[in-house]
């Protein structure tokens, strides 16, 4: 099936660094989304964004977080700086409409 | 603020037995209730949906909503050890004209199914 790819897999930095997590979405899918998972809790949803645009955002998206997809490429989430609590998997997903999402298999990020 | 609760949190079977999980939503005005499979250091893939009352099935799976009392149920019939993974309700609030679909999840329930 569609298969969203993020990078890297894991990722460790130190508090106040800036870090950017990067997913290639599938290539003609319109709507992109992140979401967090914090050991042990249920995913959350972040930010959805849709034709160069956030449409909706999380109380969790703090605004230290920004996403971007420049040129169509890669769809990116930012944190700067980083904070000890944003240690989680960052899960990026896409969607051909506003249903179905695939998600791709998460960075891990450790802010230590 | 939209709650999924699961349940149970994990469970052990026999390959071959029927698995039924359970998952409760808080707003009846939900749009659609989702259930997706996840493999360890794998994201959540999207197994199959439900919008209006009653059952729907797809092949091995079955998926009861019953809206009244809130609840959506997945069966899994003739289960096998590759069945055994995560599975997470999600639930899709319901669609203003300016928003976009946003999925509320459960906790997961871990099912293994033992040859």
């Known amino acids: 099936g569609p298969k969203v790819l993020q990078i890297p897999s894991h990722q460790i930095i130190d508090m106040g660094q800036m870090v950017t997590l990067n997913c290639d979405p599938v290539s003609n899918h319109l709507y992109f989304y992140w979401y967090k998972q914090i050991l042990g809790q249920q995913m959350e949803f972040l930010v959805n964004?849709?034709?160069?645009?956030?449409?909706?955002k999380s109380k969790l998206f703090k605004d230290q977080f920004s996403v971007e997809r420049p040129d169509g490429s890669y769809f990116t989430l930012k944190i700067q700086p980083t904070a000890l609590e944003d240690s989680a998997v960052y899960f990026c997903a896409s969607s051909p409409d506003i249903n179905t999402l695939y998600f791709g298999a998460g960075t891990r990020l450790s802010v230590l | 603020q939209e709650k999924v609760q699961q349940s149970p949190e994990s469970l052990i079977v026999p390959e071959g037995a029927m698995v039924s999980l359970n998952c409760s939503f808080s707003?009846?005005?939900?749009?659609s209730i989702w259930w997706y499979q996840q493999h360890p250091g794998k994201g959540p893939k999207a197994l199959i949906?439900?919008?209006?009352?009653g059952n729907k099935k797809e092949g091995r799976l079955t998926v009861y909503l019953n809206r009244a009392s809130l609840h959506v149920s997945l069966h899994i019939k003739d289960s096998q050890p590759s069945d055994s993974a995560v599975y997470l309700c999600a639930v899709s609030p319901l669609i203003a004209s300016s928003s976009f679909s946003k999925l509320v999840f459960g906790q997961g329930t871990s099912l293994s199914v033992v040859p």
């Open positions: 707003d009846s005005a939900s749009q």
């Open positions: 964004f849709y034709n160069g645009k956030v449409m909706e």
């Open positions: 949906s439900i919008f209006s009352n």
